[in-house]
Nanobody, 125 residues
């Protein structure tokens, strides 16, 4: 049984930092591209960042590029998202997801088979 569990969310002031973690079990972690998505209240879920199973390629949404860094530790079956210079508009539920596909960094939600329950990030102004 595959389990994907996010952690590390919380409340932070504008300009602050957070690091999200995601641990996946029940799958061969380094066979999967991994990604972070987020959903703000009243908005559709959107892709934030993704990383190739090797860790060699990454991609970011324009709204977070230069502020967020995705990484993975295949030995620990863990994905990370380091978030810097946080803004109120980053407030959302953040989800981790796993996919057997890599489309050169294109974040297609339909590609992602396994999802976590999410971790809440709230940025106060």
């Amino acid at each position: 049984q595959v389990q994907v569990v996010e952690s590390g969310g919380g409340l932070v002031h504008t300009g602050g930092s957070l690091r999200l973690s995601c641990t996946a079990s029940g799958l061969t972690f380094d066979d999967y591209a991994m990604a972070w998505f987020r959903q703000a209240p009243g908005k559709e879920r959107e892709g934030v960042s993704c990383i190739h199973w090797s860790g060699a390629s990454t991609a970011y949404a324009g709204s977070v590029k230069g502020r967020f860094t995705i990484s993975r530790d295949n030995a620990k079956n863990t994905l990370y998202l380091q978030m810097e210079s946080l803004k109120p508009e980053d407030t959302a539920m953040y989800y981790c997801a796993a996919s057997r596909f890599w489309r050169d960094g294109l974040l297609l939600q339909s590609d992602y088979k396994y999802w976590g329950q999410g971790t809440q990030v709230t940025v106060s102004s």
